[in-house]
């Protein structure tokens, strides 16, 4: 395997048995965008990366426009590309722009006053800040909103989890995870509203390009 032409030059100093787990990081972070390390085999993943094959997965990544960040405090991996270098980028509909501006500020008032804790709320309360923050624009129903959140879940940008008992959607817990403030890196406050702004009713606007 290692004289294959297929495989990238440094894999020779791979080891055997960290050859799995150096595959399967290289596919979430293809495939996901996001590595979550703070549980569970994603942990030894995680530290595997960051202790011995950061430099590794950056030769890997760069070729592709993609930067490797890794963040200490939430245990997170994260490929991100470079806008302009990076061919991979895909896009958002409206709607989920829509709900990502949402996310972000819910993130952005929750880590200004409570740094320590995770950022979570429930679909009702999301819907409701969806309303509130536009005002002219009908929030999405609740098996539309419901695809999107997979979809972002998928993305590793949230969890989800349903708590025991709970029988509607709204009432399921959603949690923003750090690899969202990346895919929409706004510097202040005022750059979300601004964004928020051009897709309000009146307003045309692109869709928001992922950086995920």
Partial sequence: MSSDPHWPRFWPDVPDDDRPALREILAELLGRGTLLGSTGAGRDLFLLARDHYRGHLNDYL???????????????????????????????????????????????????????????????????????????????????????????????????????????LGDTLIEVLPSLPRVIPFDSLASCLARAALYQPGEAGPTLTPEA
């Fill in 62 to 168: 760069a070729p592709l426009g993609l930067e490797l960040m890794v963040d200490d405090d939430y245990f997170l991996l994260q490929a991100r590309p470079r806008p302009e270098a990076c061919h991979l980028l895909a896009q958002f509909t409206k709607d989920e722009t829509l709900l990502l501006l949402v996310l972000w500020r819910v993130w952005d008032d929750h880590r200004s006053q409570v740094t320590a804790s995770a950022v979570i709320l429930t679909v009702d309360e999301l819907w409701t800040r969806f309303r509130n923050t536009y005002d002219k624009i009908d929030p999405p129903e609740k098996t539309h909103l419901d695809a999107m959140l997979g979809r972002l879940k998928r993305l590793r940008l949230i969890r989800t989890h349903k708590p025991e008992g709970a029988l509607q």
